[in-house]
T-cell receptor
Framework: NAGVTQTPKFQVLKTGQSMTLQCAQD?????MYWYRQDPGMGLRLIYY???????DKGEVPNGYNVSRLNKREFSLRLESAAPSQTSVYFC???????????????????FGEGSRLTVL | TQLLEQSPQFLSIQEGENLTVYCNSS?????LQWYRQEPGEGPVLLVT?????EVKKLKRLTFQFGDARKDSSLHITAAQPGDTGLYLC???????????FGKGITLSVRP
């Protein structure tokens, strides 16, 4: 029961360094997401991919890039890390985010365990 | 911008007590979810409510969606240390297929 797997779990970077967070899901979900979680700020959406081959910006996309490599994998890249990007990053997946028949979405976001990133 | 305000932000209670926490917005949502997050892990879905006025029970947890679909409450009966965690509400807007999270409520249940 792997679900959503993120790597690495912990990473320390120096300002200006680059890195990629990897995410893979084994539930055949169409949609994948990257969130960051900071104390007192809740979960904020960075980027999402509604389906394979598409990506869109979320609330806080600046300083990040993403790649939907295939249906299973969605990576998040920091090209030049800044201390403000110190955070816990969560990858999630779900069935397509849309309502049916005028009702709300009755799906579920499945989250990975998180990647704790510190930028010095 | 659709905001979900959760209250209280922090809550520390004794085992066996009852509690109610809230998720409020000025916006209407098509559906609303509650997730629980334990330290070092990702959030896990507890419930989805889709109809105004709907009440759902999950063992000792009771969730209610407001009649106007702008707010929700979570009531826990006889809280246990295992209920400790961060409770997040998330509202879905059908018009733009957007899921918005609140900032969460940190609950600590002392033995």
């Amino acid at each position: 029961n792997a679900g959503v797997t993120q790597t690495p779990k912990f990473q320390v970077l120096k300002t200006g360094q680059s890195m990629t967070l990897q995410c893979a899901q084994d539930m055949n979900h169409n949609s994948m997401y990257w969130y960051r979680q900071d104390p007192g700020m809740g979960l904020r959406l960075i980027y999402y991919s509604a389906s394979e081959g598409t990506t869109d910006k979320g609330e806080v996309p600046n300083g990040y890039n993403v790649s939907r490599l295939n249906k299973r994998e969605f990576s998040l890249r920091l090209e030049s890390a800044a201390p403000s990007q110190t955070s816990v990053y969560f990858c999630a997946s779900s069935e397509a985010l849309r309502g049916f028949g005028g009702q709300g979405w009755n799906g579920e976001l499945f989250f990975g365990e998180g990647s704790r990133l510190t930028v010095l | 911008t659709q905001l979900l305000e959760q209250s209280p932000q922090f809550l520390s209670i004794q085992e066996g007590e009852n509690l109610t926490v809230y998720c409020n917005s000025s916006s209407v949502f098509s559906s609303l979810q509650w997730y629980r997050q334990e330290p070092g892990e990702g959030p896990v879905l507890l419930v989805t409510v889709v109809t105004g006025g709907e009440v759902k029970k999950l063992k000792r947890l009771t969730f209610q969606f407001g009649d106007a679909r702008k707010d929700s409450s979570l009531h826990i009966t006889a809280a246990q240390p295992g209920d400790t965690g961060l409770y997040l509400c998330a509202g879905f807007t059908g018009a733009n297929s957007k899921l918005t999270f609140g900032k969460g409520i940190t609950l600590s249940v002392r033995p």
